[in-house]
RNA sequence: GGCCCUUUAGUCAAGCGGUUAAGACAUCGCCCUUUCACGGCGGUAACAGGGGUUCGAGUCCCCUAAGGGUCACCA
């Protein structure tokens, strides 16, 4: 590195999906960089063809840009060290491998597939570490010069030392040792002349002058292989800043589907974006302090390597689902109104009032797919199970409510302002009137408007919101109800 | 299995040789109250085990155990 800007870069592979691992180390990538002025890049791994998914990387784009993570380089937007596509690369890895192969570290190998799915057999069978037996190490100049002329398929594999060990610094794990014998002679050129990513990285990494490569600890155990190509071509390495990895519940790596894995899956369930984005970057990484809620500018600032974790943690939707709730009790009401009034639509009309609906429910909801369950029963009245009537901390039960719905029912006909302080109102004084507690009036109304135990809001404000006509047709009908009802 | 990493409550975590071992989520109880929720108050709950080093160890070292990662012409 020859001057000390930061340059961090975020280089998945585009598969179609970004997983909540890997938007954490995007994260965490894009901080480490942005805390230090430095520059964040976006390059896309997709030297392996047949993984190749159509309209994955605009999933990548769409995902930094819900999030809020600006890239300053990437294949979008240019940049000095480009092209950021590894496919669009392609020509220029070979080059460094033969360079490699001068320099007696890297050699040809023209072993079939086959030959080597039988040594992996063998050594599966034998209980020892597969690693490639070097058959084609001491080919002749002149043969392989022959069989490269009759277009024999080949890759290019490095050379490892098969004595000493290699060590690097990691500023998470701190030094990290590794015996050279057990690092296999990796392949460097597929024989469909794309790099392995494992040769693609070094490149690349060296060549945008990455200064940290952040990246998750699944690579810790391939990084003196790395460390060795820095050195065989005379690099400098970057700094190695391994992630602990988040594993799912029940233990173990979190990759493939489990839960709400996928950040898009996140956003289709109703968690905000600044929520998880504020919740996975504490997965793994602590301020030292009290503050447990972030934005993302203000992680711009206070981000700090020292903080990550050595430790893997597991990915808990608990805790996440309460600091959505957190965000969203957060919103003022008229942001709330906007976010919730897409989910209200699933299941009511929109001739109900979205702001008495949205403060009623605000303080309830934790993620926005709850909305719709939450508000249905104001479309329509649901035939009501009497013995929700009787509820013994408010001393009411069905014979009171066959004696109070009937005197409300007479005050509401009689009101001329129906509103929120007004419906209190004629409740309390109701209330008063009878000499019983104000819960004692208010349960059997609310049961009667909403035939459900639990409401999300109470008597008032569902009267509120229904209006005068529904809650009167609402109430009458549960008269009627009751008045069939002996006991 | 070899190698590498990790190990503070159910979960996220602070701690960096001397603390009554923070805080948050979850859970439980109480209060507020028109149900639920919100809010307020409080409770239960942790240094994986064993050896050292030290006047003193969650903090340093070693061993054991458990968990994870990795051993591809995937990234």
Redesign the pocket.
Known sequence: MSHNEVRTRY?P?PTGFVHIGNLRSALYEYLIAKVKNGKFILRI?D??QK?YVEGAVDVIYDTLKIVGIKHDEGPDIGGHYGPYVQSERKHLYLPYAKQLIEKGKAYYCF???ER?EDL?VKAEKA?V???YDRHCLNLSKEEIQRRLDAKE?Y?IRQLMPDTGETTYNDAV??D????ND?L?DQ?LI???G?P???FANVIDDHLMKISHVVRG??????TPKYVLLYEAFGWEPPIFVHLP?V?KLG???LSKRSGDAYFSDLIKAGYLPEAVVNFIV?????S?T?Q?FYTLSELEKVFDI??I??????Y?T??LK?MNG?YI?RKTPEEFVKIASPWIDKALPDTLDRTKICSMIQ??VEVLSEIPDMVKFLKKAKPIDISLYNNE??KCNINEAKRILPIIRDKIVAMEDFNHESI?LMFTSTAQELGVK??LV??PA?IALSGQ?????????IADVLGKQETLKRIDKAIKQLEKTDA
């Not at 990290?176 to 015996?179: E, G, Q, S």
């Not at 504490?282 to 602590?286: E, R, V």
């Not at 974790?309 to 597991?314: A, C, I, P, T």
């Open positions: 280089a592979s791994e030297t392996d993984r072993c079939s597939e080597l992996r209980k570490q597969n690693k398929p890759v794990y701190g990290i040792t590794f015996n057990v296999e392949i597929k024989s469909d794309f392995t990513y494992n600890s699944e690579y810790i155990t391939s990895l594993e233990g173990g790596k504490l997965l793994g990484w602590s030292g009290e447990e020292k903080g974790s050595k430790s893997s943690s597991v808990d608990d805790k309460w957190e009790r303080k309830r901390k408010s209190y104000n819960g208010m349960w609310r135990l639990v409401t999300a809001g109470g008597a008032v404000e």
